[in-house]
């Protein structure tokens, strides 16, 4: 029970000593030292015994094992290094002795398991053979520990620490056998078997260690002195000590190669010993000689053999030595290495055909020849070694194999993507496929292909050089004389060629594939050539293959994805190889020939991609145009892709202008036709409505837009491109969909029967609206587009789903961001519906707040900011099942609390200081103010100034525009009215009466709307029909008095001033919030005349309205003005 | 074609990959549920809910795919990016979500997003195994539906990070058009990268994007929101879960031994009818200790190492779960 700590390192916590005793405690520097492979002595018997930190355990072998190294080399082992060593071996022993005995006598007075875990991982249960049975003779702690100069493997019972179950001497033969992970088993000289079931594989490789170097140093020890040659040729007798004695493997044959497996994998465990195997396995052919024997193993169809040389094998392959694959990748041997590796002993019954495979399925194509031999031999071994990974491999391998496997292919690849950079030809041989000859001319490209390849060959670098001239910048196309004669055909045109031009086409696909693996510099620098030396050309005749053939199919899908990966890398190169192609065409045209009409890239991609049926090319095509005009990049990155952007060239802005224009100019058309074949919405809608309401059911928007899965798809695609245009290509764009009548039929596609197609059209709505451009907007409203968005909100809104949560946020952001126009607009047109909405128990507060605001801009009231903080809780309203109201009871009090201050600052005379602070206060709040017209902040005071002269002189001043804000005041004083709490609390619940309120609220708001922004005698019929309404509405709820509290409340929140009128009489019987007594006491005094005047006011106001609507109609007045083209210009006239 | 799906679960739980045309179906399928699905999905308990499923060997075998047929889950963002079969993981997800589409909600982690997983190693590990993007851009697609959080019976709020200085509310969150991609700011990026940490009011997040949040935050949200708790993920915790600020907010990580690497055991939180709260710890299954293989039958043939690892996990994983689970 010696050092059980020694190897623990010391940053481990939770590897305590197993024995915690008082001298153990001591021995942390030793532990120290262990790691650091100065103290040999620990570095011994670290290993050795029961170390529990893997990692201080490998280390201490490692290091044990490198000081010993020389001693067994695998030519000559030297006899003085022997002697040295065999000396400090012993030394070494002996001083483990010491401690171990120290620690042992430890370990007895403490006399039981600790608590610590230490010991946990080799538990373990011991097994003896007896008869043909196992017995099981109990579970206990298994250690190697040292006595007496003998290494002994100990086992004491779980149970009882001083109940050893087994223990036995470790001997130098090989009679220990590793089986599965968990089990050693052996026979002790007296003919009985043990096993040791260990609970954990890592207790028992320990323990399996242990058992290992013991016998290593034993045959050290036993031979160091004595064998001072290596023996060459097959032993006698070959067992794994023998090898591991003799130092260096056995030639291999029949019978004994699992010997020599097992010899090689004690050996390695030192790194210079690996390393010597490596190369001898290397310089003496081994592998081949291993060849030899599999072919007589197969011959002689002996199972045994060739499952021992798999294992072997896989074992040599494991050593993870860079130069030992290559040395298995040579022709000449990596057929018979994966043909060892297909006899699997843990698949005993089966044999793989990795061999059959090599052989007939995998071909090596070479469409355009490499001319450099090692680069081709890469080519081949890259194959290889991935074969080796990913197949032969992938169910032995670990981490350590795996890294390295990539290493070696990533240096490969690295190799071949330099060459292919560099080789004048290569890149030039793979465009010049897809380009006919007036291509070539126009681009200045060497027509190669007449040069032969052998020439080529023949006279590399004269070739280099000459290719250097032709490609010189400047990149004068030739006189074009000299190919006058030719017809010019579009390549490939001969089946031939076409077959070879398929391939690289795959060519260039792997090459991309290899590209994305490399390094950042190596992989820019790549495709930064690639699009150079004008691959796309490639790409396009890819693209532009047939879709209804399966080759057709694969090329397509191939081009997606090596456009994908040069956009991903070399976003403006691509751009500017449509602009070159727009260059050459216009060229080509000027210099009169006659060509066929070129498309370019960009354009070929929008044709394919309207016209594909297949959703894989339609998401490629989709996202690939996507990326190629996208103008606006992302935020500065938070996250690391930003090197690419690094390496990426300089944005070019005058050519994204121009490759805009083009765009706009020649392929949108195209890309956006298929919106052509869908009808407007209003076809749509207009049946829909008769029918929806013939069936009366509310107003659900029955899907009738029915697609196929593909043309949704594209839809959904075209609808994502449109909203990313309209957000990012400003005025093109704009112009497009102004002189397009796109968005009509997109709006039909509100109704599609695909949820996600229904959301992707309405996106592009979002993206209207978010520009905040009146035209576009108005030209939503021409259009009558908010109908069908409305519906959708409508229809939507029974649920809380995506779309719902999108609609929600359009509406939303148009309040947030108080559009004034917007809203007016919406309002004035949809109101009926919006007001549907408002009803609604899962939108209603939110569309509540939306008409809040609306009244707000039309009405703006005294104290803005009272209405800004009431929707807050409002709007978090539906979610408290439980305590919800509480909450918002307490945010009430707080926005109370605040609003105290203000009011009481405002009510006094004009006072700039309250001006500044309310304008603090507003944008401080959520900036809902922030397009507020320059007479919104400082209404509310000078209405409340001159309020009570204004309520005094009603009739007389009501010309003036402010008028509605003149009469608020009263509105607002009326609530101070003195009233006791009871009541007042129970008005904090408005979400109960909600639903009644909300449409007696839209009477009554409608009024200050027309006064603004209409004129004409309709508002005033309008008017007086929702006075005349809301004259009846207002006694009914006066007989409920809690209930009216809570309306109250909520409509002096929205400062809604006609409201007031119309029922102030109830004012005085009931109460209202804290903050309006105390702000209120100036007003207070002429309060009650007015508040009794009131009672006749409405007749009076509509009245006054109406001249105002005059007055307005007939000034030149600002507002109104935009609003008009929607609907009212026939009312107007 | 249930059966078809129920193929793939199976297929899916092997770890073995399904066809791409199959990928592509359960996209398009998991699509239409997933936008009929709120910002805010609303749960009823008894419900499980894990944190950051990458090893879904140890997660489903463990805890949600035993109990799918009696309660429901949810998982917590970050299905991707981690381990070597996250494809895998996160289409079994996926699918168990189109077969039980009432069982399971899925929330989205800052992880389901175009940009960090071509970084992390979603997309390279499509590009592996189907040769394409294509898979991964259908994955990405879906990313975009997914859920923000959930709130089990209105008192217990999931979501993949944190809160947001943006919202004061649960609600506010419902009018966040959630189908885009993950911004690199606003409330839609916080509620997925902003983290708890001892501190008072907001303070600026080390990652780059959302925010750190105190106490008085957490507490505030949690009284004018009605709830008890707030359960996230999106930190590593070696306990496997992690309650702050008395106990309003607990970090509930599901992926024990983290990158193969930290480690850390994991949990999953299980609230029963009541909203009783109860964490079930485990390790990753082979590193936990197994109890011992049956004795070997005769000496060069004992039993096979995966049956008997295979049933020591099992049966330690109970040991653990008895041993661990504990009751708050």
């Keep these: 029970m010696s050092s059980v700590h020694a190897a623990g390192s010391a940053t481990e916590t939770q590897t305590q000593p197993l024995d915690a005793t008082p001298d153990q405690v001591e021995q942390p520097a030793s532990t120290t030292t262990t790691n650091t492979g100065e103290a040999l002595g620990d570095g011994v018997a670290g290993p050795s015994t029961a170390s529990l930190d893997t990692e201080g355990r490998v280390n201490g072998a490692e290091k044990a094992a490198t000081a010993k190294e020389p001693t067994i080399g695998p030519g000559a082992l030297q006899p003085g290094e022997g002697v040295v060593t065999m000396s400090e071996v012993e030394h070494v022993e002996g001083a483990d002795a010491e401690q171990e005995q120290g620690a042992v006598i430890g370990s007895d007075e403490s006399g039981q398991w600790t608590e610590e875990d230490s010991h946990e991982l080799k538990r373990v249960k011991v097994y003896e053979l007896i008869g043909s049975r196992w017995v099981d003779q109990g579970t206990a702690f298994c250690f190697g520990d040292f006595q007496d100069n003998e290494a002994l493997l100990i086992a004491r019972a779980e149970a009882d620490f001083n109940h050893v179950i087994l223990s036995t001497t470790i001997r130098t033969n090989d009679v220990y056998q590793r089986q599965q992970d968990t089990l050693i088993v052996w026979t002790e000289p007296d003919g009985v078997d043990y096993a040791l079931s260990f609970q954990d594989p890592e207790g028992c490789a320990e323990v399996w260690h242990f058992i290992q170097e013991v016998q290593r140093h034993m045959s050290n020890r036993e031979d160091a002195g004595v064998s001072s040659s290596p023996i060459l040729g097959p032993e006698p007798l070959v067992s794994t000590a023998n090898i591991i004695r003799s130092g260096h493997l056995p030639q291999p044959q029949l019978g004994i190669i699992g010997e020599i497996e097992r010899a090689i994998k004690s050996l390695a465990r030192t790194n210079a010993i690996k390393e010597r195997i490596c190369e001898y396995i290397q310089t003496e052919d081994y592998i081949k000689s291993m060849i030899n024997v599999m072919n007589q193993a197969e011959d002689l169809e002996s199972l045994e053999n060739l499952h021992a040389l798999c294992s072997c094998m896989q074992t040599i392959l494991m050593l993870n030595d860079h130069s030992l694959y290559e040395h298995i990748l040579e022709d000449d041997i990596f057929l018979g290495v994966v043909g060892m590796l297909e006899y699997d002993p843990e698949f005993p019954t089966h044999k793989a055909n990795y061999r059959e495979f090599l052989h007939q399925t995998s071909r090596f194509h070479q469409p355009v020849p490499l001319r450099d031999e090692t680069i081709q031999k890469k080519v081949h071994h890259t194959y290889r070694l991935q074969f080796l990974k990913d197949v032969v491999l992938a169910r032995a391998i670990d981490d350590s194999t795996f890294n390295v496997l990539n290493s070696c292919i990533i240096f490969n690849q690295i190799d071949i993507i330099n060459?292919?950079?560099?080789?004048?030809?290569?890149?030039?041989?793979?465009?010049?496929?897809?380009?006919?000859?007036?291509?070539?001319?126009?681009?200045?490209?060497?027509?190669?292909?007449?040069?032969?390849?052998?020439?080529?060959?023949?006279?590399?670098?004269?070739?280099?050089?000459?290719?250097?001239?032709?490609?010189?910048?400047?990149?004068?196309?030739?006189?074009?004389?000299?190919?006058?004669?030719?017809?010019?055909?579009?390549?490939?045109?001969?089946?031939?060629?076409?077959?070879?031009?398929?391939?690289?086409?795959?060519?260039?696909?792997?090459?991309?594939?290899?590209?994305?693996?490399?390094?950042?510099?190596?992989?820019?620098?790549?495709?930064?050539?690639?699009?150079?030396?004008?691959?796309?050309?490639?790409?396009?005749?890819?693209?532009?293959?047939?879709?209804?053939?399966?080759?057709?199919?694969?090329?397509?899908?191939?081009?997606?994805?090596?456009?994908?990966?040069?956009?991903?890398?070399?976003?403006?190169?691509?751009?500017?190889?449509?602009?070159?192609?727009?260059?050459?065409?216009?060229?080509?045209?000027?210099?009169?020939?006659?060509?066929?009409?070129?498309?370019?890239?960009?354009?070929?991609?929008?044709?394919?991609?309207?016209?594909?049926?297949?959703?894989?090319?339609?998401?490629?095509?989709?996202?690939?145009?996507?990326?190629?005009?996208?103008?606006?990049?992302?935020?500065?990155?938070?996250?690391?892709?930003?090197?690419?952007?690094?390496?990426?060239?300089?944005?070019?802005?005058?050519?994204?202008?121009?490759?805009?224009?083009?765009?706009?100019?020649?392929?949108?058309?195209?890309?956006?036709?298929?919106?052509?074949?869908?009808?407007?919405?209003?076809?749509?809608?207009?049946?829909?409505?008769?029918?929806?309401?013939?069936?009366?059911?509310?107003?659900?928007?029955?899907?009738?837009?029915?697609?196929?899965?593909?043309?949704?798809?594209?839809?959904?695609?075209?609808?994502?491109?449109?909203?990313?245009?309209?957000?990012?290509?400003?005025?093109?764009?704009?112009?497009?969909?102004?002189?397009?009548?796109?968005?009509?039929?997109?709006?039909?596609?509100?109704?599609?029967?695909?949820?996600?197609?229904?959301?992707?059209?309405?996106?592009?709505?979002?993206?209207?609206?978010?520009?905040?451009?009146?035209?576009?907007?108005?030209?939503?409203?021409?259009?009558?587009?908010?109908?069908?968005?409305?519906?959708?909100?409508?229809?939507?809104?029974?649920?809380?789903?995506?779309?719902?949560?999108?609609?929600?946020?359009?509406?939303?952001?148009?309040?947030?961001?108080?559009?004034?126009?917007?809203?007016?607009?919406?309002?004035?047109?949809?109101?009926?519906?919006?007001?549907?909405?408002?009803?609604?128990?899962?939108?209603?507060?939110?569309?509540?707040?939306?008409?809040?605001?609306?009244?707000?801009?039309?009405?703006?009231?005294?104290?803005?900011?009272?209405?800004?903080?009431?929707?807050?809780?409002?709007?978090?309203?539906?979610?408290?099942?439980?305590?919800?109201?509480?909450?918002?009871?307490?945010?009430?009090?707080?926005?109370?609390?605040?609003?105290?201050?203000?009011?009481?600052?405002?009510?006094?005379?004009?006072?700039?200081?309250?001006?500044?602070?309310?304008?603090?206060?507003?944008?401080?709040?959520?900036?809902?103010?922030?397009?507020?017209?320059?007479?919104?902040?400082?209404?509310?005071?000078?209405?409340?100034?001159?309020?009570?002269?204004?309520?005094?002189?009603?009739?007389?001043?009501?010309?003036?525009?402010?008028?509605?804000?003149?009469?608020?005041?009263?509105?607002?004083?009326?609530?101070?009215?003195?009233?006791?709490?009871?009541?007042?609390?129970?008005?904090?619940?408005?979400?109960?009466?909600?639903?009644?309120?909300?449409?007696?609220?839209?009477?009554?708001?409608?009024?200050p709307k027309p006064l603004v922004s209409q004129p004409g005698d309709e508002q005033d019929d309008l008017l007086e029909h929702i006075f005349n309404n809301s004259r009846p509405s207002s006694p009914s709820p006066s007989s409920k008095p809690p209930e009216l509290g809570a309306k109250r409340r909520r409509d002096d929140d929205d400062d809604e001033l006609l409201e007031r009128l119309a029922t102030r009489s109830k004012r005085p019987s009931i109460s209202q919030s804290p903050e309006k007594e105390k702000s209120d006491p100036p007003p207070i005094a002429g309060r009650v005349g007015p508040t009794k005047a009131a009672e006749e006011g409405p007749k009076k106001i509509k009245l006054k309205f109406g001249v105002v609507g005059a007055a307005v109609a007939a000034s030149p007045s600002t507002e109104p003005a935009p609003s008009d083209p929607g609907t009212k210009e026939g009312d107007n006239g | 074609m249930p059966s078809d799906l129920d193929r793939q679960i199976e297929q899916l739980y092997r770890c073995e990959p399904i066809s791409e045309e199959d990928v592509k179906r359960l996209c398009i399928k998991a699509r239409e549920i997933l936008i009929e699905e709120a910002n805010v999905q609303v749960v009823d308990s008894p419900v499980t809910v894990s944190g950051f499923c990458s090893t879904l060997r140890t997660v489903l075998s463990t805890g949600m795919f035993a109990r799918r047929t009696s309660e429901a889950c949810i998982d917590h963002g970050d299905f991707v990016d981690r381990g070597f079969y996250s494809v895998e993981t996160f289409l079994l997800l996926l699918a168990l979500k189109v077969r039980y589409p009432e069982r399971i909600t899925l929330i989205r982690g800052n992880h389901e997003s175009r940009q960090i997983t071509q970084v992390y190693g979603f997309y390279d590990e499509c590009q592996r195994k189907y040769g394409s993007s294509n898979v991964w851009r259908w994955c990405c697609e879906v990313f975009d539906y997914l859920a923000l959080g959930a709130i089990v019976d209105g008192r217990v709020f999931c979501v993949h990070g944190g809160l947001s200085p943006n919202l004061q509310g649960i609600d506010q969150i419902r009018a966040i058009d959630r189908k885009q991609e993950v911004p690199h700011d606003g409330p839609m990026c916080d509620l997925l990268w902003s983290d708890p940490d001892d501190i008072t009011g907001w303070g600026l997040s080390p990652r780059g994007a959302g925010f750190l949040f105190g106490a008085d935050i957490t507490k505030i949200f949690a009284h004018n929101n009605a709830i008890d708790l707030i359960a996230r993920a999106h930190q590593l915790a070696m306990e496997g879960y992690k309650l702050m600020f008395d106990k309003t907010i607990v970090t509930v990580w599901s992926a024990p031994n983290y990158c193969y690497r930290c480690g850390n055991v994991a949990s999953i939180l299980e609230l029963d009818d009541n909203l009783g709260q109860e964490y079930k710890v485990f390790a990753h299954a082979p590193s936990v200790r197994s109890s011992l293989p049956e004795p070997p039958s005769f000496p060069l043939h004992p039993p096979h190492f995966t049956q008997a690892q295979a049933r020591g996990c099992i049966r330690a994983t109970k040991r653990e779960e008895r041993e661990f689970s504990l009751r708050i």
């Design chain 1, 419 to 1007: 060459h292919v950079q560099n080789d004048p030809a290569f890149l030039l041989e793979v465009v010049c496929t897809f380009l006919d000859d007036n291509m070539i001319e126009l681009l200045g490209l060497e027509p190669l292909r007449k040069v032969h390849p052998q020439d080529l060959e023949n006279d590399k670098d004269k070739m280099d050089v000459d290719q250097a001239q032709e490609r010189s910048p400047s990149g004068v196309p030739y006189p074009n004389g000299t190919t006058a004669d030719g017809v010019c055909r579009p390549r490939p045109c001969t089946e031939e060629e076409v077959v070879q031009a398929r391939e690289i086409i795959f060519l260039i696909q792997q090459l991309c594939v290899m590209g994305k693996n490399v390094q950042l510099p190596a992989r820019m620098a790549l495709f930064r050539a690639l699009v150079d030396r004008g691959i796309l050309f490639g790409v396009q005749w890819a693209m532009s293959q047939p879709e209804s053939e399966e080759q057709g199919r694969q090329m397509i899908s191939a081009a997606g994805e090596i456009l994908t990966a040069l956009l991903d890398h070399d976003l403006n190169g691509v751009r500017g190889h449509v602009l070159k192609q727009v260059v050459a065409a216009e060229r080509e045209k000027s210099m009169g020939k006659k060509v066929p009409e070129r498309e370019t890239m960009l354009f070929l991609m929008c044709r394919v991609l309207v016209k594909s049926r297949d959703l894989a090319v339609q998401s490629q095509l989709g996202e690939s145009l996507r990326t190629l005009l996208e103008t606006q990049q992302d935020p500065p990155d938070v996250h690391p892709m930003a090197g690419i952007k690094f390496f990426q060239r300089n944005k070019d802005e005058p050519g994204v202008e121009r490759f805009l224009d083009n765009f706009y100019k020649f392929c949108i058309e195209t890309l956006f036709r298929p919106f052509g074949d869908i009808p407007e919405f209003r076809t749509l809608t207009g049946r829909l409505y008769i029918r929806s309401r013939s069936s009366y059911v509310d107003s659900c928007v029955e899907p009738r837009l029915t697609m196929s899965r593909e043309r949704t798809n594209l839809f959904l695609y075209l609808c994502d491109l449109l909203s990313m245009f309209t957000l990012q290509h400003s005025f093109r764009i704009h112009f497009f969909i102004l002189s397009s009548n796109i968005a009509t039929r997109v709006a039909s596609l509100l109704t599609a029967r695909d949820k996600h197609l229904r959301l992707a059209a309405f996106r592009f709505f979002r993206a209207c609206v978010k520009l905040n451009n009146q035209n576009l907007f108005n030209y939503l409203l021409k259009h009558d587009i908010f109908q069908p968005i409305l519906d959708l909100t409508a229809e939507e809104s029974r649920r809380d789903t995506l779309l719902s949560a999108s609609c929600q946020e359009l509406f939303e952001h148009m309040r947030k961001e108080n559009m004034k126009e917007a809203i007016n607009q919406c309002m004035i047109m949809y109101e009926a519906k919006v007001r549907t909405l408002a009803e609604n128990p899962l939108l209603g507060p939110r569309f509540q707040n939306f008409i809040r605001r609306w009244e707000m801009n039309n009405a703006p009231p005294p104290e803005e900011e009272k209405k800004t903080e009431a929707p807050i809780p409002n709007g978090a309203r539906r979610w408290g099942q439980g305590r919800f109201p509480e909450a918002e009871e307490e945010d009430y009090f707080n926005t109370d609390d605040d609003e105290d201050i203000v009011p009481v600052m405002s009510s006094p005379p004009p006072n700039p200081r309250s001006n500044t602070l309310k304008r603090k206060r507003t944008t401080m709040m959520r900036r809902q103010q922030p397009p507020h017209t320059s007479a919104a902040p400082s209404q509310p005071l000078s209405a409340l100034v001159a309020y009570d002269d204004n309520d005094d002189v009603d009739g007389t001043e009501s010309f003036d525009v402010r008028l509605p804000q003149a009469d608020e005041p009263p509105a607002l004083s009326s609530p101070s009215i003195p009233r006791k709490l009871p009541e007042t609390t129970s008005s904090y619940f408005p979400t109960t009466d909600e639903p009644p309120a909300s449409p007696r609220m839209s009477h009554k708001q409608i009024p």
